[in-house]
């Protein structure tokens, strides 16, 4: 356990509809980042929080995908209008002020039927 | 672009017989070549970090390497329980995110 919480730990949900994560990091670490996994790929990256700014987000994170830190402790990533397509692991890590060693939470598993 | 793959996809090794994980990149610039772990139905467990061509990192019965092109995942005498998926991610200077870019990982069974 790496002290990172995600809930839920799996959603399945009907397509068209909006979802909602929450990732609670390490107390102290200030920097946030969300991947997405899916089955036999390694993580991509989403976006990157530092403290409450969301300074970075990848293209694929389309206009559907919203992300928020609003104190900058828990951040929570929002899909709406869900497709099958967004079937996949949500991943969250986050790492102190120092250092760059990412730590992950267990991530939230959502199936799209 | 930052590019990471992994050899082999899957490796099925008996208890007790070593072996190597292989993962190349291509990256304009390395900040960092880190390795995880993953089991099924969990996020990746952080093994290493390696920075620089010539360092080695130990953990139990794992060693990870580091060339300029490639890093090694050393895997001495395994048992079943270091069956898991293990990625590799390489960390480049551009932008403010410092994000992880990823290979698909390799998939190690230790067979008892």
């Known amino acids: 356990d790496t002290g990172v919480s995600q809930d839920p730990r799996h959603k399945i949900t009907k397509r068209g509809q909006n979802v909602t994560f929450r990732c609670d990091p390490i107390?102290?670490?200030?920097?946030l980042y969300w991947y997405r996994q899916t089955l036999g790929q390694g993580p991509e990256f989403l976006t990157y929080?530092?403290?409450?700014?969301?300074?970075?987000k990848s293209r694929l994170l389309s206009d559907r995908f919203s992300a928020e830190r609003p104190k900058g402790s828990f951040s929570t990533l929002e899909i709406q209008r869900t497709e099958q397509g967004d079937s996949a692991m949500y991943l969250c890590?986050?790492?102190?002020?120092?250092?760059?060693?990412?730590?992950f939470g267990p991530g939230t598993r959502l199936t799209v039927l | 672009e930052d590019q990471v793959t992994q050899s082999p996809e899957a490796l099925r090794l008996q208890e007790g017989e070593s072996s190597s994980l292989n993962c190349s990149y291509t990256?304009?610039?390395?900040?960092?070549l880190f390795w995880y772990r993953q089991d099924p139905g969990k996020g990746p467990e952080f093994l290493f970090t390696?920075?620089?061509a010539g360092e080695e990192k130990e953990k139990e019965r794992l060693k990870a390497t580091l060339t300029k092109k490639e890093s090694f995942l050393h895997i001495t005498a395994p048992k079943p329980e270091d069956s898991a998926t293990y990625l590799c991610?390489?960390?480049?200077?551009?932008?403010?995110?410092?994000?992880?870019?990823f290979g698909s990982g390799t998939q190690l069974t230790v067979l008892p």
């Open positions: 929080f530092q403290n409450e700014a969301q300074l970075e």
């Open positions: 390696l920075y620089s």
């Open positions: 991610a390489v960390q480049a200077p551009s932008g403010s995110a410092r994000q992880l870019t």
């Open positions: 890590a986050s790492i102190p002020g120092v250092g760059n060693e990412q730590f």
């Open positions: 990256v304009s610039g390395l900040r960092g």
């Open positions: 107390s102290e670490h200030n920097r």
